[in-house]
């Protein structure tokens, strides 16, 4: 048996060392080389608006790096009971940068960005003591799934189930179609999302923590609705993350 798993890796090791080869590692924004398949240059690493300390511990909303907000920062809405989740993450900001990589990826089939997309998105969980029993994927509507070919929210969740030793969960909520939110306010974003999911295989989510995976939030519309869904089906938690996040002015 050990002999079969030293061939094993050796097999391995040489397809690997094979592809490299012939398919060197570069950038998936720039393709400037770089030492490992899926990472980014060092230039396009700093394009992004990334997010750290200080956030908001419950929703990760960043604030100033001058600005002092004792040990426990909670940005206004979170103070308030607003947050949509038990708890939010988001690897960067959602501007310019970060659109050069998500737009393609969800719209163009630049699906091995999902290979640093997910590496940030677990960084960005580093902080937290959450233990999901769940990872899932905001569901994608099979008319939009069809047609897409792919959900880019699985791609994103699959390491990070991975990482987090759980299954994913990708057939226990459904999705109905509705026209894209394009530029709809917070209050018509509610309002388009309501009503959207439905929970199929309750049994799944009856008492087990979950962690949301998307690949940006705009308003938290979205990740609202889920919890709504979710904790009435019996989740006990629902957490989310994303690579990239609206930040408002609060």
């Not at 604030?63 to 909670?74: C, Q, W």
């Not at 109905?176 to 509610?190: E, F, L, S």
Request: glycine residues 8%; hydrophobic residues 45%.
């Amino acid at each position: 048996m050990h002999v079969i798993h030293s061939i094993s890796g050796l097999l391995n090791s040489v397809i690997h060392h094979s592809t490299d080869f012939v398919f060197p590692a570069s950038c998936p924004l720039c393709a400037m080389p770089v030492s490992m398949h899926g990472e980014l240059c060092g230039n396009c690493w700093s394009e992004f608006n990334w997010i750290g300390h200080p956030c908001c511990v419950r929703c990760g909303y960043p604030f100033p790096a001058n600005l002092d907000l004792g040990p426990v920062p909670m940005c206004p809405v979170c103070a308030s009971g607003g947050c949509a989740l038990d708890l939010i993450r988001a690897a960067c900001v959602y501007d310019e940068a970060s659109r050069s990589a998500i737009l393609p990826f969800k719209h163009a089939g630049r699906t091995l960005n999902a290979n640093f997309m997910s590496r940030a998105m677990i960084w960005a969980l580093r902080d937290t003591n959450i233990s999901p029993d769940i990872v899932m994927p905001v569901p994608l509507a099979w008319r939009r799934l069809f047609h897409r070919g792919y959900n880019q929210a699985t791609l994103l969740a699959r390491p990070i189930a991975r990482a987090f030793g759980v299954p994913m969960d990708i057939d226990s909520v459904r999705r109905k179609y509705r026209p894209n939110m394009g530029h709809k306010n917070a209050a018509q974003r509610a309002e388009n999302v309501r009503g959207v999911f439905s929970v199929v295989a309750p049994d799944n989510i009856r008492g087990r923590r979950i962690l949301l995976v998307d690949d940006v939030m705009t308003t938290g519309a979205t990740f609202s609705e889920l919890h709504r869904v979710l904790t009435r089906a019996g989740a006990t938690a629902v957490y989310g993350v994303v690579f990239g996040r609206v930040v408002h002015e609060i």
